[in-house]
């Protein structure tokens, strides 16, 4: 099957490819905000077929590199031989492990959670004083995630999306903010939320996060997050704020 990139589809091409991922506005969510994006982060390889389409994007963080696939199997395999990497954390379908595995080692596969929120459903929880995280604040910001280990992270998601924080004593103490975000379709990623570990479970996240939701709903009408299934107080937590989940994916590691 034929393997092109998105640069090489034809404007119908590729109006008949944003009308596959709005199906599945929220399991396709990472997808549609680089599609609206006129900075194009992602590497996208694309594959039509007689049942629909197959598709892989590639994600390179300084320190990892991210791939998202979606659609059918059919085309899957010839994609995953166009994408160049060494080692990359997946998300994907469970019917796509299968091609996976027959191309990669494959280890630490683990169950997911894709949530999302509306307006309608959402149910702060302000229990501690956060605020909106301003442009003056990103050398502490970056210096706070790298600090952490969050491989997620990279100084332009605070340039181009919301993130907010709760500090004490100048301190930061829990930070969260946008993988992504999207204007064209209102939509908005939640990521890289942290709390420093001895301060979990007083209500930091809960507060910061409400925080954040309150900021992006002037402005989106979609939220959505990825959480592993056994982080229960993660889920919990989303949980209480209104989020539903939406469908369980495979996230996994992958050597080529």
Same mark, same amino acid.
């Given at each position: 099957? *034929? ?8 404007? !119908?091409?590729? *109006? ?15 997808l ?19 049942? !629909?389409f197959?598709?892989?994007? @590639? ?7 991210f %791939? ?30 299968k091609?996976?595995?027959?191309k +990669?080692? $494959?280890?630490?596969? *683990?169950?997911?959670?894709?949530? +999302?929120l509306?307006?309608?459903? +959402? ?6 004083? &956060?605020?909106?995280?301003?442009? $003056? ?6 210096d ?19 993130y907010?924080?709760?500090?004490? !004593?100048? /301190? ?15 939509? &908005?990623?939640?990521?890289? $939320? ?8 007083? !209500?930091? &996240?809960?507060?910061?996060v409400?925080? #954040? #939701? ?8 979609l $939220? ?8 229960? &107080? ?9 989020? @539903? %989940? ?8 992958? /050597?080529?």
């Amino acid at each position: 099957m *034929k393997v092109r990139r998105i640069e090489e589809l034809n404007r !119908g091409e590729r *109006k008949r490819l944003e009308e596959f991922l709005l199906e599945d506005r929220v399991f396709n969510s990472y997808l549609l905000c680089d599609l609206s994006s006129s900075k194009k982060d992602f590497e996208w390889y694309v594959c039509e077929n007689n049942r !629909g389409f197959s598709v892989a994007v @590639k994600y390179r963080l300084p320190k990892s590199t991210f %791939i998202f696939s979606t659609g059918n199997t059919g085309g899957l395999s010839s994609i995953l031989e166009k994408i160049k990497f060494n080692k990359a954390l997946i998300s994907c379908p469970h019917e796509h492990l299968k091609i996976y595995l027959s191309k +990669f080692g $494959i280890s630490s596969v *683990k169950e997911m959670y894709k949530m +999302f929120l509306s307006p309608q459903d +959402f149910k702060p929880h302000m229990m501690k004083p &956060a605020r909106k995280v301003k442009p $003056i604040d990103m050398e502490r910001i970056n210096d706070f995630y790298l600090k952490q280990g969050v491989i997620s992270w990279h100084p332009s998601q605070l340039r181009e999306g919301v993130y907010c924080c709760i500090e004490e !004593g100048g /301190k930061l103490i829990c930070v969260a903010g946008t993988h992504c975000v999207s204007a064209k379709y209102f939509l &908005a990623v939640l990521g890289n $939320i942290y709390t420093v570990p001895e301060k979990r479970g007083r !209500g930091y &996240a809960s507060s910061t996060v409400s925080f #954040l #939701l309150k900021e992006l709903f002037k402005k989106y009408t979609l $939220i959505t997050l990825n959480v592993n299934k056994e982080n229960l &107080a993660a889920v919990r937590l989303y949980k209480k704020l209104g989020f @539903k %989940i939406h469908c369980t994916y495979a996230g996994a590691t992958v /050597k080529a």
